[in-house]
C-alpha cells in the first residue's frame, strides 16, 4: 500500500543520521514529527520531513531491536528533533544515544516512577513510587539575577505550564518552559479504538482545534481504507475548519488587545467571537464545531452563512481601531521577535512561523480541497507581535473569502462515503489549523483498529518559539508575546 | 458612555450577536442572580478557576461567560487572580496526575467558604479521558464538590443558570 504523497526510506543505524540530514536540508524541512512504533521484534523509528516543493511527505525509517532499544541522536545536526527525541525516550524508553537532555517531557518525576513506559505494548499502570528527582531548571546565576516561578496555575483563565523567568533587573535573560500539566495519555487511549469510535477523542485533543485534529484523523483513516470522500463533504469541512480559524484568530486579536489594556477593541472581539459561536451553533448545533467531521465525510450538512456579512463588517471596524492606534502598535512593535533562523531551528512552523517569514501553510498545494481555491498564504519577515497580529488579520479576511468561494463551489449530492473500511495499514493526515499543520500518523492493524496514533500539535514545536521571542523583553510584556503565539497546553502535552 | 461603548451596545440589542430569546434569559436570569449574591455574598461572588488538564474549551467558555454579551461580573460572578480571594474554586479538566498537587494547594489556600464547583464532564469523572493511565478521574474523590455543571463544554448560558441554581438555594 503506497499514497502518492508519502514516501518512506529505510535507513540503517549507521546511516539514519546521514539520511536524515539530506532529506532535511534537501527539502528545507525541519522534522515535522519523530516517533516510534512497536513492532513484533523491533521498534521503528520514523522521521518525517515536508518538501513543499514536491508537495510530499518524507520519512526516513529505522527499525532497533526491542533487546538494545537505542539509537543515534540527530539532534546535534537537527535541532528540531530534540523534543521528539525526548519524548521517544520517555514515552517507549528507547534511548536517543548523544541526547543530553534526559529531562521529561510530560510524565513529570514528582509523580511518575522511573522506567515505566506508557506507549510499549506491555505497559501496564506502574504500582512503583515516583522517582521524586526534583526537575533541574536551567539556572543563571549572577549579580542582580533573579528567578521569577509562575504557575502551573495561572492569574488568568488559561492552562497549566509553568514558567521559570530568570530576569536581570527588568529584561528577561532566559525563560524556561516546563510543561506537561495538560497529560492525558490521549495516544495511549486511542489504541485498540476502532477509528469511527475515535473521532470524538481527537477533537478532545486540543478543543479549539477540534476540526483541524479530528479533520487530520479521518484524513489518515480515509487514506489506508481508500475511502473516497464526496466532495460535499470536503467542502463542509473546509468552511468548518475557516470558522475554526476566524473564531480562534479574533480571540487573540482581542487577547493582544487587552493585554496591553486596551479594552474596547477586546471587547468587540470578543463580540464577534460569540458571534461566530452563535454561527457555528446554528449551521452545525456545536459553538466550537463538535461531532461533525465523521470517516467518510460529515455528521450532517449546513444550512446558509448569514451572519458572516455582519461579522466582516464588525471585523472591519476592529482592524481600523487597532491599526490606526499609535500607542498599541507601539507596544506591538517590534515586540517579542522571533528570528527566522532561530524558527527554522526549532521547527517553528504555522502561523508563528510564517510571521517569521516561513513560508509554509497546507493550504497551499497540499489539502485538496484548497488546490482549487488558489489560496495565497500571507508571510511577513518581522517576526515581532504586530507579525503574528497581521497574519491573523489577513487569515480572518482570508478564511472569509476562503469560505464564500467554498459556498460557490458546493454541490449537491452525498455527505457520507458509501464504501467505509477500516483496514490494515498506515498513512499521515493532515491539515492547516489556525496554529499550523496538524498531523496524525495512524496504523491500523488486521482488525482495522488504531495500532498506533501519533498526534502532532503545532505547539509542540513552537513552545520555544515563545522562550526565544521573549528574550530581552521584559516580564510585563509576556502576557501579550504569549497570547501572540497562543499555543495549547492540551496540544502539546496531549 | 463612550462612542465605542454606544456602539457596543446598539450591537448586542439589534441582536447581531446571538438569538434576541437568549440575551432575555441572560438578562432575567442574571438579575436573579444578582439578588441571591446581594443576599448571600455581600454583593461580589468570587471565583478561582483551575485548569487540571482540560481540552482548553471549557476555560474557553468561562471566558465566554465574562464578555459582553453574558458579562456575568454585572451581576457579582468576579474570576480572581489568587484562591486567596476565593468563595469558590471552579475546577474544570479531568485532573491529570501533574495536576494533583497544584489542585489541592489551591485549595487549601483558599478561605471559608471553600465551596468547590466542577466545570464540564472531564472534572465530573475523567469523562472522555477516563481510562486513562494518567488521570486521577473526577475531582470530587480529591475535594468535596457542591456542584456540577455538566456538558462539554457547557454554554456560557448554562453555566449562569447552573449558578443561580446553586446560589438560590
Ligand atoms: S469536558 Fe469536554 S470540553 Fe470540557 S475539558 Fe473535557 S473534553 Fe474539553
Not at chain 1, 256 to 261: C, E, F, L, N, S
Not at chain 2, 99 to 123: H, N, R
Request: net charge neutral.
Amino acid at each position: 500500500m503506497t499514497h502518492k504523497d508519502e514516501v518512506y526510506i529505510e535507513a540503517a543505524a549507521d546511516n539514519f543520521g546521514a539520511l536524515c540530514l539530506s532529506l532535511h536540508k534537501e527539502h528545507c524541512s525541519p522534522v515535522m514529527g519523530m516517533f516510534a512504533r512497536e513492532l513484533k521484534d523491533d521498534y521503528r523509528i520514523y522521521c518525517a520531513f515536508i518538501s513543499v516543493k514536491l508537495k510530499k511527505w518524507f520519512f526516513a525509517t529505522l527499525d532497533i531491536p526491542k533487546d538494545n532499544p537505542q539509537f543515534p541522536s540527530i539532534a546535534k545536526e537537527i535541532y528540531s528533533a530534540n523534543l521528539f527525541e525526548r519524548e521517544i525516550r520517555e514515552m517507549f524508553g528507547i534511548n536517543p544515544i548523544g541526547n543530553p537532555d534526559n529531562r521529561r517531557l510530560r510524565l513529570h518525576e514528582e509523580v511518575w516512577p522511573k522506567g515505566s513506559f506508557p506507549l510499549r505494548k506491555d505497559f501496564v499502570p506502574p504500582k512503583e513510587k515516583p522517582e521524586g528527582r526534583e526537575y533541574p531548571f536551567a539556572k543563571v546565576e549572577g549579580e542582580g539575577v533573579f528567578e521569577v516561578p509562575v504557575g502551573p496555575v495561572h492569574a488568568g483563565i488559561i492552562g497549566p505550564g509553568h514558567f521559570r523567568f530568570s530576569v536581570a533587573g527588568e529584561p528577561i535573560v532566559n525563560l524556561e518552559l516546563r510543561l506537561g500539566f495538560s497529560h492525558r495519555g490521549v495516544e495511549k487511549l486511542l489504541e485498540n479504538k476502532i477509528p469511527s469510535a475515535a473521532v470524538r477523542l481527537t477533537e478532545c485533543v486540543a478543543g479549539d482545534s477540534a476540526v483541524a485534529h479530528s479533520w487530520a484523523f479521518c484524513h489518515a483513516v480515509e487514506k489506508i481504507g481508500g475511502i473516497k470522500v464526496p466532495e460535499r463533504a470536503a467542502i463542509i469541512r473546509a468552511i468548518l475548519l475557516e470558522l475554526e480559524r476566524m473564531y480562534n484568530h479574533v480571540a487573540d486579536i482581542g487577547g493582544m488587545a487587552i493585554d496591553v489594556g486596551f479594552s474596547h477593541p477586546a471587547a468587540l472581539a470578543s463580540i464577534i467571537k460569540e458571534s461566530i459561536h452563535s454561527l457555528n451553533q446554528r449551521l452545525t448545533g456545536s459553538r466550537f464545531l463538535k461531532g461533525i467531521n465523521v470517516i467518510g465525510g460529515v455528521a450532517r450538512d449546513i444550512g446558509n452563512l448569514d451572519g458572516l456579512d455582519s461579522i466582516m463588517a464588525d471585523f472591519k471596524d476592529l482592524k481600523g481601531i487597532l491599526l490606526s492606534s499609535v500607542s498599541f502598535l507601539d507596544r506591538v512593535e517590534p515586540t517579542g521577535i522571533l528570528r527566522r533562523e532561530t524558527a527554522e531551528n526549532l521547527g517553528v512552523t504555522g502561523l508563528a512561523g510564517r510571521a517569521s517569514g516561513i513560508a509554509i501553510d497546507l493550504r497551499q498545494g497540499f489539502m485538496e480541497t484548497y488546490n482549487k481555491l488558489d489560496y495565497k498564504l500571507s508571510t511577513y519577515s518581522s517576526g515581532d507581535c504586530l507579525a503574528r497580529l497581521k497574519i491573523r488579520i489577513d487569515e480572518f479576511e482570508g478564511s472569509a473569502k476562503l469560505i464564500r468561494r467554498l459556498l460557490e463551489n458546493l454541490p449537491q449530492g452525498e455527505i457520507l462515503a458509501s464504501d467505509i473500511n477500516f483496514k490494515e495499514g498506515y498513512s499521515l493526515g493532515y491539515v492547516e489549523g489556525w496554529r499550523g499543520p496538524v498531523l496524525y500518523w495512524v496504523n491500523l492493524d488486521g482488525e482495522g483498529k488504531i495500532d498506533r496514533c501519533k498526534i502532532i500539535d503545532p505547539s509542540f514545536r513552537s513552545w520555544q518559539g515563545l522562550s526565544y521571542a521573549v528574550l530581552g523583553e521584559i516580564i510585563p510584556d509576556f502576557p501579550l508575546c504569549n497570547k501572540s503565539f497562543d499555543l495549547s497546553y492540551p496540544g502539546g502535552d496531549l | 458612555m463612550s462612542t465605542l461603548d454606544k456602539l457596543l451596545l446598539c450591537r448586542l440589542r439589534k441582536g447581531i450577536v446571538t438569538v434576541p430569546v437568549e440575551i432575555q434569559k441572560v438578562e432575567q436570569m442574571g438579575a436573579e442572580l444578582k439578588k441571591a449574591i446581594n443576599a448571600r455574598f455581600r454583593r461580589s461572588f468570587n471565583i478561582r478557576e483551575v485548569d487540571t488538564g482540560s481540552c482548553g474549551i471549557c476555560e474557553a467558555e468561562i471566558i465566554a461567560a465574562n464578555n459582553p454579551v453574558y458579562d456575568v461580573a454585572r451581576f457579582g460572578v468576579n474570576f480572581v487572580a489568587s484562591p486567596r480571594h476565593a468563595d469558590a474554586l471552579l475546577v474544570t479538566g479531568p485532573v491529570g496526575k501533574n495536576m494533583l498537587l497544584a489542585l489541592q494547594k489551591t485549595y487549601d489556600a483558599m478561605p471559608e467558604p471553600k465551596l468547590v464547583i466542577t466545570l464540564g464532564d472531564c472534572a465530573l469523572d475523567g469523562g472522555i479521558f477516563k481510562e486513562s493511565y494518567y488521570v486521577e478521574g473526577g475531582v470530587s474523590k480529591i475535594l468535596p464538590v457542591t456542584l456540577h455543571i455538566p456538558g462539554c463544554p457547557p454554554t456560557p448560558l448554562e453555566i449562569i443558570e447552573a449558578l443561580l441554581g446553586l446560589l438560590k438555594q
